[in-house]
């Protein structure tokens, strides 16, 4: 898992890794150097997948893991076409697809599974996190009946793969009983209900200083910082350590909210509101966030 993953500080004090990990673009769009001066995506992020794939040879490469929309870098949307084109891919070359729904799954992007949201078919589903609502920790990964059918079908062998606590009853109870309550409660029909709304909050803080760009879907949205809005340039690591940390963070913590102020890649602000908030919460969200930032960019101006 951490092979596959990009953020240095989890990886570093562990190195080195398992080395046959092949990074690809990522679907920023607003950072991508292949669209700039496109006037729509050209795909390219998805384009990369195949070149990878063609240089370390298709019979080395077991799988594409891919979230739907990536939490690194601050929801990270796929264009329009991207998984289609990412689906074909891996059906050419006949390597699998997993999507990494430990964000995305459970109502998150207004679906079970954010794999629906995007309209594409994983081989493998990672989750964990909204399959219990965090009451109870549990994890687990959903394979494709093709996946699935030699051990099911075959000669009786088991996949020696497990954990202690793998299967725990009462994880597994929480979790069934968690899905109960937002299925009776139509959960992920207030997400989709209200996530355009949600969206037009959001939209409201473009003009304001250090807002370089806001993307995000469902209940899942993102404030990208900037130091220049016109150039895109982002903050030092100095900078943007104060900004977080210092300025930000408490400000919009002492006025009632909680979200995170991450700066693995560019400085974002992630705003994930809980998947029953209604739109009174949603409009809180966004005054928040207004009065916060214009704080946080007349500190920056007087520094």
């Known amino acids: 898992a951490l092979s596959i ?10 190195e080195p890794l ?9 679907t920023n769009r607003y950072r991508c150097s292949s669209c700039a001066n496109a006037p729509a995506c050209t795909l390219d992020c998805a384009e990369d997948i195949e070149r990878k794939i063609i240089a370390e040879g298709p019979e080395t490469v077991a799988a594409v893991v891919l979230e739907p929309m990536q939490n690194t870098g601050g929801a990270l949307t796929p264009p329009e076409g991207y998984f289609a084109r990412v689906r074909e891919i891996c059906n050419k070359y006949g390597v699998l697809l997993v999507s990494d729904e430990v964000i995305c799954a459970f109502g998150r992007l207004g679906e079970w599974f954010g794999c629906q949201r995007y309209g594409y078919q994983p081989d493998m589903i990672t989750f964990a996190k909204g399959v219990t609502s965090g009451y109870a920790p549990l994890g687990g990964v959903i394979a494709s009946d093709r996946l699935a059918a030699p051990f099911i079908e075959g000669d009786g062998s088991v996949l020696m793969h497990g954990l202690t606590f793998g299967g725990h009853p009462v994880s597994c109870a929480v979790a069934l009983a968690n899905l109960d309550v937002m299925e009776r409660e139509d959960i992920l029909g207030n997400v989709r209900r209200n996530e355009a709304y ?8 473009r003009d304001l200083p250090l807002v370089g760009d ?3 879907a469902g209940y899942f949205r993102v404030v990208e910082l900037v130091k220049d809005k016109e150039t895109k340039e982002s903050f030092t690591p100095e ?19 909680i979200c995170r102020a991450d ?11 809980t998947l029953v908030c209604g739109r009174e919460e949603l409009a ?20």
């Not at 900078?239 to 909210?257: A, H, K, T």
């Not at 700066?263 to 509101?273: E, F, G, I, Y």
Request: hydrophobic share 50%; charged share 20%; glycine share 6%.
């Open 5 to 14: 993953s990009g953020i240095p500080a989890m990886r570093e004090p562990f």
């Open 18 to 26: 398992f080395p046959w990990a092949v990074k690809v673009m990522n």
């Open 198 to 205: 949600f969206g037009e909050v959001m939209e409201e803080l």
């Open 214 to 216: 806001l993307r995000g």
């Open 239 to 257: 900078e943007c350590n104060w900004l977080l940390r210092d300025v930000l963070s408490p400000r919009i913590f002492s006025s009632g909210l």
């Open 263 to 273: 700066d693995r890649a560019d400085p974002v602000l992630v705003v994930a509101p």
């Open 284 to 303: 809180f969200i966004g005054e928040v966030l207004r009065e916060a930032i214009t704080y946080a960019a007349a500190q920056f101006a007087a520094r």
